[in-house]
Each structure stands twice: as structure tokens, then as C-alpha cells.
DNA sequence: CCACAAAACATCAACGAATGCAAACTTTCA
DNA sequence: TGAAAGTTTGCATTCGTTGATGTTTTGTGG
């Protein structure tokens, strides 16, 4: 059903040549940068690098992209779209903690599987773990969808839950595990290992952090 | 040239002339970048602008500050180093939980409160909340503090607490105070009420999402 | 007090990211 | 087909950041 959501939204309202031609070097613009990040590094390559191997002008990639950054993190909306759509087709009585934890597993469970290839998401994870500049965008990414979610939790238990209830569960939740997957990717975990934690790490914050020690 | 960044730090036995004209060059790049910010924006404001009314030049601006972002988080070194020493200092068999909730209340007290003037910390928050260049670096600063202090506590109380458990918890109550104070402030409430909202957070996420709805 | 080493600073040059602008080009559609 | 609308491009410019190199300032031993 995710891959239906993702053609829907990138080939519903295509007609014409026009659209198509821009959808062709939208795709070769990230995988020619996500070429050469792999290959140089990412501060190594430069815009022009990449605009070259996608046979288009520089300027022409900031019709494209806001920065540099933007083109790894291109389709991050689309996950705040699909755990919108899990708050909004909730259960008329599932408990909050179920919800929550359905939510994180949807999450982690998408993260290790995105559209392009096993080879190219894990590079990508790399780089924007390790590049300061994209682990900066990264967060503030996450951050600000973060709060569009809490919204929307207070919406749909609306009347059960405060705004700072929801922004309490959302913030601890994602805290958490992104907590937990970095520190578990830097002690030389897998990446089904640091899933793991993390699904521990949300167990944990559900449970509450008064049951440590 | 990181030692060099490291050198420029508050001390108090400064014997030298030279030590203390760095002082004062420091402070006075600070004030000059606050005042500018205040005074015409964040990006309105130029390097050479803020190296011109601190009377040195702009490349003598990159050896006191790695960013035109830094200027603004210089202290927030002495933040991480503040909650690392309540975590080396707690009591021989102090909860985690009360230790947990210590340090969240010490380091929201802290917050508002700063070297600095009360104006000039207000427009510092309004700064690092509004301009997106300044958010993006806070959050990468303060998830990499993280890090930091989940490992220590997981020295503290070895044996007794996993990497995972402790990433856990750090990163809930991290992440929940964050994104409540955001909300909070985003919606029009004073800092004290951001403040308290935080504190709210801190309790719920010990006492775990589960006793919500 | 003076010379010498080291640190801090300035000047200059360069690179890359990002933006505005207007000309050239392509697609659409009446 | 031809005008309108949308896209690409080259050019100029601004700004942050870094490197190389020379100059001033400061601390120290003779």
C-alpha cells in the first residue's frame, strides 16, 4: 500500500512531456549526487559535479532543491504523510500506547526499506549520520514533524489529551529511538540490531523510564 | 586548530596580557554578532559587519568561532559539562528516576537564566528558535551532548543499565522537554509556562506514555 | 634592556553554495 | 501556427569559509 500512496503522488497528475522530463531529472539529479557522495564524500563533491553528471546547468538544480542538503533528504515528507495518515485512520478505541507503538514500528519498520535500492539507503544513512551539515538538516527535519504529529494526536484524541501530553509522547518516542539507533549504530551494531533497540527504547518509554534500575 | 577553538575558554587564573585581550575580543564578538542580530536579523547580518564593530578582522573572526552560527552557542559547552558533573556526583544509591528528574530540573532552571543578560538570552532563544540555520546546529549540539551524557550514565550505574536503556532514557526526556517547550512557546504561553510545560513532560515520560488516555 | 621564538592578527586570494535577472528555449493549447 | 506559459541557462554577485603568507604583539632568557 506504500508504494500505491508514492505513485499516486508522483504519476497521478502527469500528462505531458513537461512533467515527465522534470520527474526524469528530478531522479537523475539524486542519483548522480548520491553517486558521487558515495564515491568522494559529500563537503568533496561539489554542486557543479553533480549538476554535470545529471547534464544539467548549476542553477538549474536549485529549481530542484533548496541546498545541497535537500537532495538526500527528498523524501521525508512522504513519511510524515504516511504516519499522518496512521493517526488519522486510527482504531475509533485504540489506546493511545497502541497507537503510539504502531506508529514507531510503521517507522522503523520503512526506515531500513525505501524505493531506491538496500545499497543506496544505507548510504544514505551513512552520510547523514555522519556529515554534520546533513545530520543538522536531518534533525531539524525530523523536529518540525514532530510537532505537525503531536497536533494531530491531540486532534484525533481530541478532549483526552492535552497539547503538551501529545508533545510529551511524541518528543520521548522519537528522542528515544533516535537516540538508541545512533548509539547503537556507533558501537558497531547492524541495522537490524540498532531496529531492535530501538523498538526496546520505545517499549521502555512506554512502559516509563521509572522502571530502570 | 580544534585546541586553538579549546583555548579561548573562561578561566579564572589568567595571568597574561595575552589571555586576557583573547577575553576580551571573545566577549566582545559576541555582543557585537548579538547586537547585530537583534538589531538587523540573523542573515541580514554580515561576518565582516560583526568583525567590524569587534575592531578585528574578518579572518580573525574563524579563529575564535568555527561558525557564524557558533557565536551564539559558545556556552552551551559549559551546559553539557554542568549535567555531566550532577551524573558523576550523584548519590551513592540515588534512583535513576530522582537522578533522572534532578537534571532535568537543573538544566531547565539554567536555561533562563544565564551569564549573560535576561534580554540578551531572550533574543538568543528567539534567534535559535526562529532562524533555521541556528535550530539546525542547537539540535545537532544538543543531540550530540546526548550522547554524551547517556554514556556517562551508563558508567555511573554499570552493570545495572544497558547502553540501550540508558540512550533511552536520555533521549525520552531530551526529546519530550524539547519538542513541549517548542509547542508551548509556539502557541503563545511565557517561558515560565514553557518552563513548567517541561517539567510535565519530564514526569510523564518517567512515569511512562502508558498512563496516558 | 634587547633579541628571539611563539602566538595572534591582518591581508590577499580563492573556492563553493546560493540568489537574482534576463535571455533563450520548450511545451502547451487555443 | 503562433502566442502564452513554463523551464533552462549563463552571468554576475554576495557571502561564508579556508589556505598561504607576511606583520605585529607578547612572553622569555640572556
Redesign the pocket.
Known amino acids: 500500500m506504500d508504494e500505491k500512496l508514492k505513485c499516486v503522488q508522483y504519476s497521478s497528475a502527469m500528462a505531458?512531456?513537461?512533467e515527465r522530463?522534470?520527474q526524469r531529472?528530478h531522479q537523475a539529479l539524486v542519483e548522480a549526487a548520491l553517486r558521487l557522495f558515495a564515491e568522494k564524500g559529500y563537503e568533496e563533491?561539489?554542486?557543479?559535479e553533480i549538476a554535470a553528471e545529471a547534464d544539467?546547468?548549476t542553477?538549474?538544480f536549485?529549481?530542484y532543491f533548496?541546498?545541497?542538503?535537500d537532495v538526500l533528504l527528498h523524501d521525508i515528507d512522504s513519511r510524515l504523510e504516511r504516519t499522518l495518515a496512521l493517526v488519522a485512520g486510527r482504531g475509533p478505541d485504540e489506546a493511545l500506547p497502541d497507537l503510539l507503538m504502531r506508529i514507531v514500528r510503521d517507522a522503523l519498520a520503512h526506515m531500513a526499506a525505501d524505493d531506491s535500492g538496500a545499497e543506496a539507503t544505507r548510504t544514505r544513512i551513512r552520510l547523514m549520520t555522519t556529515v554534520p551539515a546533513l545530520q543538522a538538516r536531518a534533525l531539524r527535519l525530523l523536529f518540525s514533524n514532530q510537532l505537525r504529529i503531536a497536533r494531530a494526536l491531540q486532534e484525533s484524541y481530541h478532549g483526552r489529551l492535552s497539547l503538551v501530553e501529545a508533545a510529551a509522547a511524541v518528543g520521548a518516542l522519537a528522542g528515544a529511538a533516535k537516540l538508541v539507533i545512533v548509539a547503537s549504530v556507533e558501537r558497531g551494531d547492524s541495522m537490524e540490531q540498532a531496529v531492535e533497540a530501538a523498538l526496546q527504547a520505545a517499549e521502555i518509554t512506554v512502559r516509563g523510564l521509572g522502571s530502570l534500575t
Open positions: 505531458g512531456i513537461r522530463k522534470k531529472t563533491t561539489t554542486l557543479a544539467v546547468s542553477r538549474t536549485f529549481s533548496a541546498s545541497k542538503e
